[in-house]
């Protein structure tokens, strides 16, 4: 059976590690992935951005996967966005040695704490800076206590003593007191570590897990006590040995921080690191449970039924009320257009009735003179003497009508009742919408639960595969590119990327560029020990002008200048202020004149098809297909279209085929201030 719970050691080695990880990360955005699993995006200076997955009752770890994110994001997570984003991550502990963590965030204005609760079925909880509790994925009252809005939020009660602070003495004593007990059973309770944990401590003491408390030796329970603290020795000296546990046949069975006696003789899959092991094991499990999944798709088909024969007869009661409404204010209508024809029926009872007439007598009276063809009698079809109304014929329209109201008081009452129609209509109406909303929902779920019915689990996966976020090298956080020789080249997009490249990337024996205008980027070649050719130089020089200012101004050519990182600082003459993202230049600039303001993207084929941009040169040489910018008129998505137009048209189908679903936003990322004009193909 694979891992069903996060256990306080899982807990604890996940801690560890993302305290690393996590140090000095803001809050980019919030997901929320289903009821219970958030995805917090977290961003660090100088870094690929950090996707952490916090799943309640289940698991916490970092994921390389690409998560699917739903289109309109929940309550909850909208209201952790208002409080969280942007704020920055100060500190991550466990609560103790119990399955919580405890999540520290500085805002701009408090400090506040989110709570995930990895036990049980789980719970995610906001606390401000007093405690109170300002949010909750569920809220709830409780025996011990309560999850509820603006109240002090209070940790549940311990699930057993911290193994960390057990004494030798403490631990027998514990045992002897417990009795008939199973030691196996005794140790899960009194540490609360869990079974498999328990059963691991007595597998390394060698005592057999059905021994009773009360029949352990002094020896045996020293030897219990020695094994747990050779259990706890690697998360006190966080020597991590992370692996998933395998069967034979490949399939995960378990996600460990450091090795177990049980499981010595089973397959291990090392990993780098914990959270690496709980991403691959509870994303690949999770996915080949859903494509075994097959009983879903019968339950869903008969639901999908049930609301079909509930929208037909919502369908028809729609149509009833709509027809009633319409019918009733027609013989609203009929009445006042045969107002004299019907006053002279209502006169003639109420003359009757005067004169002391018995009504049956009038009413035959009435139906003879109907026989004999004359108006306005022949309006009336039937006497109804108990309600004391006549039924009146008027075209296609049979209606009755009282003989006790005035004319327009019975007017009045099919109007009213037309629009008590028109009320129900629209009432059902809403009704349907929302039955055929949830039809849509489940023809969808069908949908979706039909496809992982026919994908095996293996096949799932290797979708699945395609789906992970490769790491990113360092360089790709900025502008880049390779020179027709082979040298990389990196440019900044921004002040802070400026500032960063030349700090932190810029290492001696590197060329550092920039264009002689205010608003250009800084451009290094990474020499990598090497002497730069020529057509290098030349080529950064031409990145180093194309992304300055002169593009956008229409200049055909600039002035570039390459200096030594170490010809680079802070400090500016005398009373000088240096901005962040620029440097003063000290000594001797090497200098090239005219560089001509010049760009190409091309399509690339090294294993994968994929865009790249860059001088011209250094395009050609990877690309045969490709299109030369120059700065132009054409902006933002018009200018974007005309390229990949000209670059699709000229590409084999299956290079097509793989850039079919291709973003203008790739192409963007090549072309300075989103404007040009393409001058060759």
């Known amino acids: ?297 019968d339950s869903l088909r008969r639901t999908a039924e049930k609301l079909k024969r509930v929208i037909a007869e919502q369908e028809q009661a729609l149509h009833e009320a709509e027809n009633k409404a319409e019918q009733d204010k027609h013989i609203g209508d009929a009445i006042y257009a045969h107002t004299s024809e019907l006053q002279a029926i209502l006169d003639r009872f109420s003359a009757a009735k005067t004169a002391g007439k018995d009504w049956n007598t009038v009413a035959a009276e009435v139906l003879a003179a109907k026989r004999a063809g004359r108006m306005p009698e022949a309006l009336v079809e039937s006497f109804d003497a108990r309600n004391l109304a006549a039924n009146i014929c008027i075209g296609d329209l049979h209606f009755s009508m009282n003989l006790r109201r005035t004319l327009f008081e019975n007017a009045a009452e099919f109007y009213e009742r037309g629009k008590k129609a028109r009320q129900k209509a629209s009432g059902a109406q809403a009704a349907l919408d929302e039955s055929c909303s949830k039809l849509a929902e489940i023809e969808q779920s069908i949908r979706e639960a039909e496809t992982l019915q026919q994908t095996k689990p293996a096949e799932a996966i290797k979708e699945l595969i395609k789906r992970k976020v490769e790491s990113k090298q360092w360089y790709e956080k900025f502008r880049w590119f390779t020179s027709s020789d082979g040298f990389l080249i990196v440019a900044g997009k921004d002040a802070v990327s400026n500032e960063v490249l030349v700090k932190k990337h810029a290492a001696e024996g590197d060329m550092v560029f920039h264009a002689d205008i205010t608003g250009a980027p800084f451009v290094v070649i990474k020499t990598e020990g090497k002497q730069p050719s020529e057509q290098a130089l030349r080529e950064a020089g031409e990145f180093a002008a194309a992304f300055s200012r002169a593009w956008r101004e229409g200049f055909g050519s600039a002035d570039v200048y390459w200096v030594k990182p170490e010809q680079l600082s802070k400090s500016g003459p005398s009373g000088e202020y240096v901005p962040h993202g620029a440097f003063a ?86 072309v300075p201030y989103s404007k040009a004009r393409i001058v060759k193909t």
């Open 1 to 297: 059976m694979p891992k069903k719970e996060f256990t306080s050691f899982d807990t604890s080695a996940a801690v560890q590690e993302l305290k690393d990880a996590l140090a000095k990360s803001r809050v980019n955005n919030i997901y929320q992935l289903d009821a219970k699993t958030l995805l917090l995006k977290l961003h660090k200076t100088d870094a690929p951005p950090l996707r952490l997955v916090l799943e309640a009752g289940k698991r916490l770890h970092l994921t390389a996967y690409s998560l699917e994110k739903p289109h309109a994001p929940p309550t909850f997570c909208m209201a952790l966005r208002k409080y969280l984003r942007d704020a920055w991550l100060a500190n991550i502990e466990q609560y103790g040695f119990e399955r919580i963590v405890l999540f520290h965030f500085r805002t701009k204005i408090s400090m506040l704490q989110l709570v995930l609760e990895l036990f049980g079925e789980g719970n995610i909880v906001l606390t401000g800076e007093k405690g109170e509790i300002l949010q909750a994925l569920v809220f709830k009252r409780m025996r011990d206590r309560d999850i509820v809005r603006n109240e002090v939020f209070k940790f549940p009660p311990s699930s057993g003593k911290n193994p960390f602070k057990v004494t030798r003495d403490e631990l027998e004593n514990a045992l002897k007191t417990l009795g008939d007990v199973e030691v196996v059973r005794a140790l899960a309770r009194f540490l609360g570590v869990g079974g498999v944990y328990a059963e691991e401590i007595l597998l390394r003491a060698n005592v057999e897990k059905t021994t009773r408390c009360n029949t352990l030796t002094s020896f045996e329970t020293n030897t219990i006590f020695d094994a747990l603290q050779s259990l706890l020795s690697p998360l006190s000296s966080s020597t991590f040995e992370p692996h998933i546990v395998l069967t034979e046949d490949g399939n995960f069975i378990d996600a460990l921080p450091f090795k177990l006696k049980r499981y010595e003789t089973y397959p291990a899959q090392p990993c780098s690191s914990f959270n690496e092991a709980l991403d691959e094991f509870y994303v690949r499990t999770t996915t080949a449970e859903k494509a075994a999944a097959s009983t879903e798709v």
């Open 585 to 670: 230049v000290n000594g001797k600039r090497n200098w090239l004149r005219n560089v001509p303001l010049r760009l190409s993207v091309g399509v690339v084929e090294d294993g994968t098809v994929r865009f790249a941009g860059g001088p011209v040169d250094a395009v050609k040489t990877k690309a045969k297909t490709y299109v030369v910018l120059e700065p132009g008129d054409v902006e933002g998505k018009d200018l974007f279209k005309q390229i990949l137009h000209e670059l699709m048209t000229r590409l084999r189908r299956e290079q097509r085929e793989k850039l079919e679903k291709a973003s203008i936003e790739q192409v963007r990322e090549f």
